[in-house]
C-alpha cells in the first residue's frame, strides 16, 4: 500500500471534494482516523535538527548521504503511522490522505522523495469568499493567506522542478468540477491506476461536504454529506461581491491569479482610480495587529534559521 496526499493551497479550496472523488476508484481509499494529518507543517524543525547533527558530525568520518537516508527514513514512520488508521476499504493500492494548507512543503522532497502529491489549487477570490461566509475570515486575511500560499506553491514548483514533475500533480479545482470524468482519468493515470475500474456514474451523482453554500440556514459549516441541488455552482461565487472588493482582490493578488490561469475581473481603471486601491492596501498592511503577525512569523524564521 502507498499513500497519495492532498494538499490544498488553503482552506476552502476543496480537499474534501477532491478526496471523495478520488476515493470512488476501487484502488484509493480513505482513512477513517486521522482526517487532515498535516505531517509537513513543522517538519522545519526536523530538518533543523538533522542539520545540527551533521554540524557536530563533521569532523568524524561519516558520509553525508547517510542524513538525506535518515530523512527519508523519518518520512517513512510518519507514512507508517499514517497506515495504521483503519480505513474504508480491505484491499486497495493507496491510501488517500489530505491537507489545505501548503506548509512545510519545500520538505516534501527531503522526507517523502518517492511519495505522490496532489496539489490543488482555486481560485484565490472564491477562496476568499469562502473563508469570509464560512468562518468570518476577515476579507484581507483571506487574501493575504492565500496570495501567501500561492507563492510558496511557485517557489516550490521553481526550486523543486524534478520532484514536482515526477512526483505531483497540479489539480484546478473549477477543472475536477467542471470535468471530473476527464481530470481523475489524468489523475489515476498519474497514479498507474487504470482509469476505467471507476465507476464514473456514482462521481456525477456524490454527494456535497463542507459547502457554505448548501449548509442549512442559519447553522454553521459541518461534513456532513448533502445532496447537490442542480443549480450548485461553486466556481465564481465572488462576483456577488461589491465593486471594490472584486478591484482589490485583482489588484492584491494580479500576479498570482495570472500564474494559475484566473482572468481579472474587476477593471480597476474603469469605475476607481488605481491610487485609490493601492492607498487601501497600504492602510490594511500598516493595520498594528497584521504588523504584529508578520513580525512573530520573521522572528520564528529567523529562530528556525539560526
Not at 537516508?69 to 495504521?84: H, P, Q, R, T, W
Not at 495570472?258 to 492596501?281: C, D, M, N, R
Not at 490594511?284 to 513580525?295: A, D, G, S, T, Y
Request: aromatic share 14%.
Amino acid at each position: 500500500m502507498s499513500v497519495v496526499t492532498i494538499l490544498g493551497i488553503e482552506m476552502r479550496s476543496g480537499t474534501n471534494y477532491l478526496h471523495d472523488l478520488i476515493v470512488k476508484h476501487p484502488q484509493c481509499s480513505g482513512a477513517r482516523g486521522i482526517w487532515e494529518d498535516f505531517v509537513l507543517a513543522d517538519l522545519q524543525y526536523v530538518s533543523k535538527y538533522f542539520s545540527v547533527l551533521e554540524t557536530f558530525w563533521q569532523k568524524f568520518p561519516f558520509d553525508r548521504k547517510n542524513i538525506d537516508k535518515s530523512k527519508e527514513a523519518f518520512g517513512g514512520v510518519l507514512i507508517d503511522l499514517l497506515k495504521c488508521q483503519s480505513t474504508e476499504k480491505q484491499e486497495f493500492s493507496y491510501l488517500v490522505t489530505k491537507t489545505p494548507s501548503f506548509v512545510g512543503i519545500e520538505k516534501a522532497p527531503e522526507f517523502f522523495p518517492n511519495s505522490k502529491f496532489l496539489l490543488l489549487i482555486r481560485d484565490g477570490r472564491s477562496v476568499a469568499y469562502s473563508l469570509e461566509k464560512s468562518f468570518n475570515v476577515n476579507y484581507f486575511d483571506a487574501l493575504e493567506r492565500w496570495r501567501e500560499s500561492a507563492r510558496k506553491l511557485i517557489e516550490f514548483m521553481e526550486s523543486h522542478e524534478a520532484f514536482f514533475r515526477q512526483q505531483c500533480f497540479l489539480v484546478k479545482y473549477e477543472d475536477i468540477f467542471l470535468d471530473s470524468q476527464a481530470q481523475l482519468s489524468d489523475i489515476f493515470r498519474f497514479l498507474c491506476l487504470d482509469p476505467d475500474e471507476c465507476n464514473f456514474s456514482e462521481i456525477e451523482a456524490l454527494e456535497v461536504r463542507g459547502s457554505s453554500d448548501l449548509r442549512a440556514a442559519n447553522q454553521q459549516i459541518d461534513w456532513k454529506k448533502v445532496k447537490r441541488t442542480q443549480d450548485f455552482n461553486p466556481i465564481g461565487r465572488f462576483k456577488a461581491w461589491p465593486k471594490w472588493k472584486q478591484a482589490y482582490a485583482d489588484f492584491y493578488c494580479r500576479d498570482e491569479l495570472k500564474q494559475f490561469g484566473y482572468p481579472l475581473e474587476a477593471e480597476i481603471g474603469g469605475w476607481l482610480p488605481t491610487p485609490l486601491v493601492s492607498g487601501l492596501h497600504v492602510i490594511e498592511r500598516l493595520n498594528p495587529k497584521k504588523l504584529q503577525v508578520r513580525m512573530k512569523k520573521w522572528l520564528k524564521a529567523q529562530l528556525i534559521d539560526r
